[in-house]
């Protein structure tokens, strides 16, 4: 990634540097069982792709700032905007985890230096 790239939640546009991107998949199923000769019988449900999005320091504060207070909103679910395969995908989300370093203090004012986040699919992305 590079900086300058754009992510999107609830419809506000963040300007920021992604210095690290995992798209994971989960495979969730209607039913998994075995047989009595251990065969596997299945259906799959859906498939869900997750984010772990890890930014580099943000030059404005005021950006970090806004990012970091709409991701910690007092919300179930946020509609985001990330990249996937050659374009992005928008899709509701809910967030299991943030982190943040601080980088340093300058006159009694917090210097943050990036941050991660953890999206989580609400619904599958592909069903049958």
Known sequence: MMANDIV????????VNITSFAETSEFADKYAERTEDWDLQRELAGIFFNYEL????IQSQTVMQSLWDKIHEFTP???VTLPHGTTTQT???YITGTSRPLKRRVNAE????GMTIKFIAKAP????
Request: negative net charge; charged residues 15%; without cysteine.
């Open 8 to 15: 999107v939640i609830d419809g506000t546009t963040y300007d």
């Open 110 to 113: 917090n210097k943050w230096g």
């Open 54 to 57: 890890t930014l580099g320091e």
């Open 91 to 93: 899709f509701t989300a």
């Open 125 to 128: 992305q592909i069903t049958s």
């Open 77 to 79: 679910f946020h509609s």
